[in-house]
């Protein structure tokens, strides 16, 4: 046995070759629900199973553990199939992304090689009796021998690709025990180096299925176009016996409807035939039209089988340095999707699947890159059913060669060349019948060499219909598509405008979506949008890698690498997800929703109510839709209508003018939101789900009113030198003079500040920062600065406010300094203090991540409202997920729960805020000019001290961070830093707000906050 796992010249033994996924029915009927369970020759073997458990290997014995008489007296425990053994309890569960966790000596493995071992007992149904039998396997994570009744059958390898058996010849009546032995370790764990958790054992279904003396072993179909017609040609594979005397096969295609589109017989079982379906419906992303192949095989005995396969007429072609399906050049608005469940590992549900395909769908992505394997076939069921463009990747990364000095290692090795081209081929021959198959990947992360052209030169050989892509190749001349990672925007604008390469541009993967990001994806499809040679890309990836474990009193959280003991490990870089694991979206997934989303409107006067609607679909017209449009005042609709349906076609624009009515003299923030929501329920969402959106802030109708000063209560004033007492009515403020800020703050009894703003410079670093930047940040000593007051005044104003000024110094131990800040404060007799907070930092610092200031408030003032952008966090560069308007939360609720906590929460574009207790009594920040700020139960301290969110301490005071800006999250986990625009260099800055006591018996909050006296610079 240890020869055959380190042996690369014989790949498997016994396995039958591979073939498309299609099942044998007795019935029409049946056939066309394509619901397996109702064929008489299937059988779901799928279920609890048998199994034992050995660390090493080499204690394996045959005798006992393939003695079927010995299988009431052996202690076996007990596991449900599919599984991986390590959610089960057994082994370790271990996360690496590029080290391989083994000695590298391709293809030795190590002596202590783990091994499961399964076994089940079956019987066969009555309807099996007279015909073959396979076993089919469709993912098995590991190499793996199956023996039957105690006979070996044969052994396979290729975790995520399907294995398949004649076993009919090892059979008996009765009972059948049938033994499944999984090694860990072999000569094709080098090619299984993917970034992922690695697990082991039978993950996917298993079943059997009886074929007749002559059967459909598998078909080939090929789709194009004459006009307006659709050409279907059929090429059948026959198995079994030689002599197919009175054997024939037909086809019949039943249309999207259910209606029967054409039929026809073979010529012979060994030729193509070819249907022609007049005024065709083509398949594509938008609208997946599905045509239904019936095969049927007649033999002397009578109906012998019927197949059925989906059929989606498509073509794809590159040309011009674009992309084309069915003759239009199209975008990939894609993801990186892992086949993995926080719960079950690898062994991914129906439902989970179709949960993944369907929030995919609701948030506009049109293509999914299955990283990086081939993904359950179920899954590609659903594509094609729901309308996704799949990019179908190899199962090959070999990625932690490049640990030991040469990535292209055993890709440029000849000796591996057959084991590559043998999963091209199981690939290439399991998909190939998707419509939802656009594009063939080589593999990920594996160099480049010599195994790789002959894996092109053999996919195009047993499918010419499809472009190959492999990002490792680059712009080699084997591929069809120049493909990169992380590209940078600058690159990806120099390779949009180049001319040279009539080959499209592919980001197969970018903007690293891990932790509190990605940053700047508008700016990246502003690109792709800009170029036609920029097809798009896929984001990595779809979602956290996050494990579910529970903790001793039953309260579960995610895991990730490290959290089990295992070495090597590369902690978090798992949890790099648009959504969590259990499929919860992050505000980057709302975010890239809207920057994709196929209705694009733009105005030039949307005051007047002029708009421009574009339509960014590629075959399907906006009538699917329902628009509307509404105007609002600080988030408040006043006025709304919709709209009759838009029939604009696909890449055309029309102008509209709505229906306004003419906007009142009311001050506010005016805004004018359009949508575009379903029409009618669809297979992914209900009817008035919202496709699109845009909104406008429009010109202000009225000033803002003004408190006059004169009106305003007097203030009594006390000071010791030390300590300035402001008291007016219901209000009482005190200024540290030692350090020059104010220190406490109350209203009506309640003490609304307990500490008052302090300069901040930090934030807790982000995954993004700590890549690189955070480095750099605390060598300047941002984390742990200290103030150095260099003055502190205060005077009366001739108009009866007072004035606080201090001027300090900011710098950290053994650090030059930072920042000088100069801090206004002028009280006003209601109560009123005007901030102004001028930052002045020293040239010499990096882009930082934040200018503001922190205040603690008491814990009573909970409840938050805010005008700005909302509901979810916005930053300067991931901020497509909000809209303006006036938003109602709890500081609880601002918690984003980060599996590694981090930054998180800031509002960009904030002009009003208020905290309140339960009675009404709060504080309110207003805008003299737009801030930025978060409100939370957590200290920066407190976040980056947590490794995990159930570690996370919590602090009952609200930590209350305004700032004049924050630098953007870019993508620097595995990315570009934040670009230029959106980076916050060290020049000068100004934070400028009023803090106003309030109790909600003031009406309406808005209003009462947009009411200001007069700044000092103006009196």
Known sequence: MAKDLENIAVLSAGRLPSRATMYPYAREEAALTFQRELSPYFKLLSGVWAFRYAENAGGFSPAEVLDTSAVETLK???????????????????????????????PYVPDQNPVGFYRRAFRLPAAFAGRRVHLHFDGVAGFFYVYLNGSRVGFSQGAHLPSEFDITAFLREGDNYLDVVVFQWSFASYLEDQDMWRMNGIFRDVYLTAQGPVYLADVYTRTAFEGRDGVLRITPAMAGNKDTTGYTLSAKLYGP?????????????????????????????????????????????????????????KEVAVHDGQLWVNGVSVKLKGVNRHDFSPDRGYAVTF??????????KQYNINTVRTSHYPNDPRFLDLCDRYGLFVIDECDIETHGMEEVGNVSAISDDAAWQQAYLERAHRMVLRDRNHPSVIIWSLGNESGHGQNHVAMAQAIRSLDPTRPIHYEGGYDSAELDIVSRMYATLEECIRQGAQVQD?????????????????????????????????????????????????????????????????????????????CNPDRVPHESLKAYKWIIQPVHITAAHPEQGRI?????????????????????????????????????????????????????????????????????DTLWAHAGHRVAFQQFLLPDTAAAPQLPLAALPSMQTQSDGRVLTVTGTDFTA??????????????????????????????APTDNDAHAIEEVWRKAGLHRLQTRKRDCSWHYNKDGTLTVCACARLAAAACPPVADIISTYTVYGNGDIDLKVDFRPQDYLPYLPRMGVTLALDPALENLTYLGLGPGQTYCDLKENASFGLWRSTVSQQYVDYIRPQEYGNHYDTRMLALLSPHGLGLAVIARQPFEFSARHHTDAQLEKATH?????????????????????????????????????PKRRQLHVLLRPVHLSHGDLPAFCRALPPERDTL
């Open 76 to 106: 076996w425990d007990e596991t449900p199939v599919p599984s991986c053994w390590q959610m089960q309890g057994y082994g370790r569960n271990q996360y690496t992304n590029i080290r391989y966790p083994f000695p590298v000596d391709p």
């Open 257 to 313: 409807r259910g209606q029967l589109a054409a039929s026809g017989s073979f010529a012979s079982l060994q030729e193509e035939m070819t249907l022609r379906v007049p005024d065709v419906t083509p398949w594509n992303c938008e609208v997946p039209a599905l045509y239904t192949l019936v095969l049927a095989l007649e033999g002397p005995g009578g109906l012998q089988q019927i197949s059925p396969l989906r059929i989606g007429f």
């Open 351 to 360: 439902e989970e699947m179709e949960r993944d395909v369907r929030l995919m």
């Open 502 to 578: 009539e080959r499209p541009f592919f980001q197969c993967e970018y903007a690293h979506a891990m932790g509190n990001g990605p940053g700047h994806l508008k700016d990246y499809w502003d690109a792709f949008y800009r170029y036609p040679r920029l097809i798009g890309g896929c984001v990595w990836e779809w979602a956290d890698h996050g494990i579910r474990v529970q903790d001793e009193g039953g309260a579960s959280h995610f895991a990730y690498g490290g959290d089990f003991g295992e070495y090597p490990h590369d902690s978090n870089f798992c949890i790099d997800g648009l």
């Open 612 to 680: 421009t609607v574009e339509n960014r679909h590629f075959f399907r017209d906006l009538g699917y839709l329902t628009p509307s449009w509404s105007l609002r005042v600080d988030g408040r609709a006043v006025a709304s209508g919709a709209l009759a349906p838009l029939y604009i076609g696909p890449g055309e624009s029309r102008e509209l003018e709505l229906p306004f009515p003419q906007r009142l003299p009311i001050p506010g923030v005016w805004s004018l939101q359009v949508s575009f929501a379903l029409a009618q």
């Open 734 to 763: 005190r200024f540290d003079l030692t350090q020059g800020n104010l220190c406490a703050l109350g209203y009506q009894g309640l003490e609304l500040i307990a500490k008052g703003p302090q300069p901040n410079f930090w934030r």
């Open 949 to 985: 969110d159930v570690s996370l301490a919590r602090t009952e005071q609200v930590i209350l961070s305004l700032d004049a800006a924050q630098g953007g999250l870019g993508s620097n986990s595995c990315g570009p830093e934040p670009l230029p625009q959106h980076r916050l260099y």
